[in-house]
């Protein structure tokens, strides 16, 4: 076996455990890249530590689970390869956390969905059988209610603002809506995971979720949902399109590039 084979690409996941892990990883991993690219570009340079430092967390958070994955199935010759070497059909994060940094308002929007959603599924991990699983959740936990509350203060900010500060969180209320129906659908991946004892069905929270949110919404100068009459989905099933392609493109380089490296 090359050094390419070895350390480009890896098995595809059998076990309901890793394959829920994954895509709790990937969802990480992925958003996290995304807020990494925002480093040496936010509006202020507080705000520019802050962002890092929450890309951080979630890169923090993807590495543990890629390595717990792998003390489960054999995979991968690490959790570097794991993470960073798939073909984009391998990815199973949804597609929200792919969606492009269009401005300020859109990133603080989408870290407050994903944050409030992640509360909600990670709170469903504490009582796994899987100790370890519920460990990472636990301590994921302290650093997703820091996220919540930095990115609410700016979506009440926004919205609340100035009319063109209103009309940029508005239009990316429109824009990101339609993908947060993925995050809570009790698919096949989630039903296995839940009757593996790994999780409990946080989806069953999704209404309160919605309320939730929407009264945020309305205390951030009456911003409205849009009516959608279908919501996106197909991350979970490795369905992307362009915008992980091109993450992928730059998280990927240097381990494609150079098989093996290490530091």
Known sequence: ???????????????????????LADNTLILGQRLSEMCGHAPEMELDIALTNISLDLIGQ????????????????????LAMTRPLEQYTNCLFVAQPNV?????????????????????ALLESRDETLAAIAEKSLKEIAYHIRFAKTWLLRLGDGTEESRTRMADALDCLWRFTGEMFVRDAGLADAVNAGLSTDFT????????????????????????????????????????????????????????????
């Open 1 to 23: 076996m090359s050094v390419a084979e070895k350390y480009i690409g890896a098995k595809t996941p059998s076990k309901p455990e890793t394959i829920y892990m994954l895509r």
């Open 103 to 123: 401005d300020f308002a859109h990133i603080m929007l989408k870290q407050y969905l994903f944050s409030t959603m992640q509360k909600l599924q990670y709170e």
């Open 62 to 81: 993807a590495k543990l689970l890629f390595e717990h994955i792998l003390t489960l199935e054999d995979l991968a010759p690490n959790a570097d390869v």
């Open 204 to 263: 069953q929270h999704y209404d309160g979720w919605t309320l939730e949110v929407e009264s945020v919404f309305t205390e951030a100068g009456g911003l409205t949902p849009p009516e959608t009459a279908r919501m996106i989905m197909g991350g979970h099933q490795g369905q992307h399109d362009d915008n992980l392609g091109h993450i992928l493109a730059d998280m990927q380089f240097m381990q494609r590039s150079y098989p093996g490296l290490k530091w």
